[in-house]
């Protein structure tokens, strides 16, 4: 039996009046991954996560939660189905503690003492590996622990499908860093499904399984973290007196893979990825060739590089 999907969109489109959000959108997240939805500002992200967090409705399509098709009319809807959704907005009550913010709106749970209510949360976050003081007040709270809270808030109620919207924005570097190990813990050992949506294509390259690309609303291609891999290209970028000619040496006496651009008098040199680039033996091969070399530089793509290519040259904002 094949393994059932965690969350699947079929056609789903969502309007604001003429303006289409969301356009014949289809995406697939399987069990166990950690998908991030990645794009620029205003390309379709919160508005999709809206959607599975009951938010807003699609106006065509459907949308399946674990093989199930579903109806997700409001935030209580997308919490019965084990979806929890972290805004990057936080929708916490400052002069409560933490305690108090993760039981909110919890039926039957206000009635509880707080200090049994401590003693649960602290239970969760121990199981999960968190740093959270439930008796703490918002407002004495990092940016990076009141995400924790809201965090903690899902899990508390049942949350097996996290979603997080721009959860990197307002971090400094070490609750960059804090985040990263959190959403991989949650997902490693803890077998969580994670959708992430950002615009910093960097720091999610270091967490994702797979990647959903999105633009003007639709999805222009979904990948494995591997199949991404063996689409980015590494190369070595040379500049010497004579290029046409070096780059023809190099590619008859050398054997590599190496050819000139006339725009920018620069020979590039193709290597399959993790190779150990022979940088020393290019160097000594043109020195003793006669040639003058002005300078050598290794490349390697990045994940923002795959993207601007595939907007067809587009930066991204």
């Not at 400052?94 to 709106?105: F, S």
């Not at 400094?172 to 990263?180: K, N, S």
């Not at 022979?278 to 040639?291: C, D, H, N, Q, W």
């Amino acid at each position: 039996m094949e393994p059932v999907n965690a969350i699947e969109l079929l056609g789903v489109t969502k309007r604001f009046g003429e303006v289409v959000a969301n356009d014949n959108v289809n995406l697939t997240v399987r069990k166990g991954e950690i998908l991030s939805i990645l794009g620029e500002n205003g390309s379709g992200k919160t508005t999709l996560m809206n959607m599975l967090s009951g938010i807003y409705f699609p106006d065509e399509g459907e949308i399946r939660v674990n093989g199930k098709t579903v109806t997700i009319r409001s935030p209580k809807d997308s919490f019965e189905l084990g979806i929890g959704m972290i805004h990057q907005h936080f929708k916490l009550i400052n002069i409560l503690t933490a305690a108090e913010n993760i039981i909110l709106g919890l039926p039957g749970k206000e009635r509880l003492n707080l200090k049994q209510v401590e003693k649960e949360v602290k239970e969760l976050t121990d199981r999960y590996g968190f740093d959270l003081n439930p008796s703490q007040k918002i407002y004495d709270m990092s940016v990076s622990q009141k995400q924790t809270v809201e965090i903690v808030k899902v899990l508390y109620r049942g949350a097996d499908i996290l979603i997080l919207d721009e959860p990197i924005n307002g971090l400094d570097p070490a609750g960059i860093v804090e985040m990263r190990k959190l959403m991989l813990r949650l997902n490693k050992e803890n077998g969580l499904t994670i959708i992430i949506s950002s615009h910093i294509l960097s720091e999610l390259a270091n967490m994702a399984t797979c990647y959903g690309f999105i633009d003007h609303g639709q999805i222009l291609q979904e990948m494995s973290a591997e199949e991404l891999e063996a689409k980015e290209k590494s190369y070595v970028k040379v500049h010497t007196s004579d290029g046409e000619k070096a780059a023809e040496s190099l590619s008859k006496e050398l054997q590599l893979d190496a050819s000139y651009n006339e725009d920018d008098d620069t020979i590039y040199i193709y290597f399959e990825n993790n190779t150990v680039y022979p940088t020393e033996e290019i160097s000594r091969f043109l020195f003793e060739k006669g040639y003058d070399l002005y300078s050598l530089e290794i490349v390697k793509t990045t994940l923002e590089d795959f993207f601007i290519e595939l907007l067809g040259g587009t930066t991204i904002e």
